[in-house]
């Protein structure tokens, strides 16, 4: 069985992996770790890696799409992981049924009041001295063009109506705020250079991006 290569953007997700067998080897977790992924489906989905290293492992997703694509990933590398229809805002398990929850890329879709459902429902499910990993866009990410339109504060649409793709941003202090309730291990703002989408800008267009604008990097 090949193991799994995630994509590069997945960089923090092998961080976690790398953060839970650490704490294991501390005494922290037991040696049979019970983890969830909220927003699991896909055509690679991360909950392999997981499986791949003895995890036992859970996922859930709104999108019957996007679970059928990740089920047929790990079937063809015999990988038993219990996928469900879900939604991260009303997460069909019992209080404390995981040792290790997370999203990856998922939960940035959602509204600003949404996130904080789904923060408090990864609350409600994680154990005592569990850990859990999430992120939010930052609203330091430039230029916010590239995610569309500002319908509301913060919410940002690519597309057209109801079938567009949000983004939601966060300030530094609002993202504190998200996560109030949690002991923060570990908290770090990773900055992307998106070159693909800056080579296709005009130096016009960008010094039009730029104008009163306080300039940076995507953050995350």
């Avoid at 219990?82 to 940035?108: L, N, T, W």
């Amino acid at each position: 069985m090949t193991n799994t290569i995630l994509k590069t953007n997945a960089i923090p997700i092998y961080t976690f992996l790398s953060f839970i067998e650490a704490q294991q080897l501390l005494g922290e977790l037991g040696g049979r770790i019970k983890i969830l992924d909220c927003g699991a489906g896909g055509a690679v989905p991360p909950l392999a890696l997981f499986s791949e290293h003895g995890f036992d492992a859970y996922g859930i997703d709104i999108s019957d799409r996007q679970l059928k694509l990740a089920r047929q990933y790990c079937g063809k590398r015999g990988l038993t992981i219990d996928f469900r229809k879900g939604d991260m805002r009303q997460i069909p398990f019992a209080d404390e049924s995981f040792d290790c929850v997370y999203e990856h890329y998922s939960m940035c879709h959602l509204s600003k009041a949404d996130t904080e459902k789904a923060i408090r429902e990864m609350y409600r499910v994680t154990r005592r001295k569990g850990l859990c990993f999430l992120g939010v866009i930052s609203m330091d990410s430039w230029p916010k063009l590239l995610y569309g339109e500002e319908r509301d504060p913060g919410e940002y649409w690519a597309g057209a109506g109801a079938e567009g793709d949000r983004h939601s941003m966060f300030t530094d202090q609002e993202a504190d705020r998200l996560v109030r309730d949690w002991e923060v291990l570990s908290k770090e703002k990773r900055v992307i250079y998106l070159r693909e989408e800056a080579e296709q800008l005009s130096v016009e267009t960008w010094m039009g991006l730029a104008a009163g604008t306080d300039v940076g990097c995507t953050a995350k």
